[in-house]
């Protein structure tokens, strides 16, 4: 059981490209959420996922795409990437059994855009 | 709107000694979670504890607590007997109500503590 991972551990990337970056979860849970970490600060919401093929935005979708194809994969791809978008990426799932459900996450992927 | 508020920057505790971490909360919504987090220096987000807005008891996890007090909406983690490998970044984070259906996490902006020998 490998609960939630990430991919890759580290990318740096030139203004204007663009990238995917893989989450996958192995727990059959519906709940998947994007968020990003900047530096001291706490983790914000990008985009989440209450099921395959169901997402919506979430604080700050922009310059950010998501999809849902099935239930174990969520990847966020990033389009023309900007300094802005230096951060952390974490990935995290959580189950639908009630209020308690815990987010579980994965380790990040840490981005630099120059 | 939710908000989160961790006043305390940073934190020095002594080994073997309690420590209590200040988390208060904002929101309208009568149902809630709250939870905390440990980010230590590798990065990753470990699970520590959560409390229901409608849990009449504290809730406990080992060596962790959370003191709860609904009417003055605060939610503060309390360590018992530090220990070095306590030396983290702790998030305090409340959990959406059911009528938004998506149950994110809204994060304050961390408290690092630092257990000294």
């Known amino acids: 059981n490998a609960g939630v991972t990430q991919t890759p551990k580290f990318r740096i990337l030139k203004i204007g490209q663009s990238m995917t970056l893989q989450c996958a979860q192995d727990?059959?849970?519906?709940?998947m959420y994007w968020y990003r970490q900047d530096p001291g600060m706490g983790l914000k919401l990008i985009y989440y996922?209450?099921?395959?093929?169901?997402?919506d935005k979430g604080e700050v979708p922009n310059g950010y795409n998501v999809s849902r194809s099935t239930t174990e994969d969520f990847p966020l791809r990033l389009e023309l990437a900007a300094p802005s978008q230096t951060s952390v990426y974490f990935c995290a799932s959580r189950g639908d059994r009630g209020p308690s459900d815990t987010q579980y996450f994965g380790p990040g992927t840490r981005l630099t855009v120059l | 709107a939710q908000k989160i508020t961790q006043t305390q920057p940073g934190m020095f505790v002594q080994e073997k000694e309690a420590v209590t971490l200040d988390c208060t909360y904002d929101?309208?919504?009568?149902?809630?979670?709250l939870f905390w987090y440990k980010q230590p220096s590798s990065g990753e987000m470990i699970f520590l504890i959560y409390q229901g807005s409608y849990d009449q008891q504290n809730a406990t996890e080992g060596r962790y607590s959370l003191n709860f007090q609904k009417a003055r909406k605060s939610a503060n983690l309390v360590i018992s007997a530090s220990q070095l490998g306590d030396s983290a970044m702790y998030f305090c984070a409340m959990r959406e109500g059911s009528d938004t259906g998506r149950r994110a996490l809204t994060f304050g902006s961390g408290t690092r503590l630092q257990v000294q020998p």
């Open positions: 996922s209450v099921g395959a093929g169901i997402t």
């Open positions: 929101t309208s919504d009568p149902s809630y979670g």
């Open positions: 727990m059959n849970h519906n709940y």
